[in-house]
């Protein structure tokens, strides 16, 4: 599975979107992109995932590049309970997910 | 709330000991997975089992074991506690197995080991 790469942290003001970017320039053309949360120590919380297209939902939307080098996650009006680790997660022919250190997104009020 | 629930939520034990965490899947779900979140390791994949059949295993311990019962509950045994083993272990199911599946996680057991 292609490796990640995320920053860190990340502030948001509460009501402006949140833009978390991830990077897997290695990825392969059969691999999806995937993304979850952790709020807290609470269990990892499925947001979105994607192939090629650009993907949206109730929660979030996910943007891929075309050459599908990296995407970016869009909360579009973040509010207090949205902070979070935040985890992008390149998956292959593989069943387990490889979580890396992921981005810790602060909204603030 | 995802479907997949655990028990207990909460276990204390010394070490030396054993003990069994259990994981129900969501109604419908197959496959069952266990991952282990300890401060220093992050969250890393224990083991996979698919229609109660073992079908991946990450970095389990040889004093881990797992099982998946007929009607789909999974049962995680840790043995020869050590203080290192204090983490959380979540459970997570999915419908099938393959990397289009999505996984749901549950809310996850917390051992401490003393």
């Known amino acids: 599975d292609a490796k990640t790469t995320q920053p860190t942290s990340m502030d948001c003001a509460e009501g402006r979107a949140a833009n978390l970017p991830c990077n897997h320039s290695t990825i392969s053309g059969n691999e999806y992109v995937y993304w979850y949360r952790q709020i807290h120590s609470q269990g990892p919380q499925y947001i979105i995932h994607g192939l090629k297209n650009n993907e949206t939902n109730e929660m979030a939307s996910l943007i891929i590049t075309e050459d599908r080098k990296s995407s970016t996650l869009i909360l579009p009006h973040a509010t207090l309970r949205d902070t979070a680790v935040y985890y992008c997660?390149?998956?292959?022919?593989?069943?387990?997910?490889?979580f890396g250190t992921g981005t810790r997104l602060q909204v603030f009020p | 709330d995802s479907g997949v629930t655990q028990t207990p939520k909460h276990l204390i034990t010394a070490t030396g000991q054993r003990v069994t965490l259990r994981c129900s899947p969501r109604s419908g779900d197959l496959s069952v997975y266990w991952y282990q979140q300890s401060l220093d390791q992050g969250l890393q994949f224990l083991i996979q089992?698919?229609?109660?059949?073992?079908?991946a295993k990450g970095n389990i311990l040889e004093r881990f074991s797992a099982q998946q019962f007929p009607d789909l509950h999974s049962e995680l045994n840790l043995s020869s506690l050590e203080l290192g083993d204090s983490a959380l272990y979540f459970c997570a199911s999915s419908v099938a197995s393959g990397m289009q599946e999505t996984q749901y996680f549950g809310p996850g057991t917390r051992l401490l080991v003393l």
């Open positions: 997660i390149v998956r292959g022919n593989t069943d387990k997910l490889i």
């Open positions: 089992y698919y229609n109660g059949e073992e079908r």
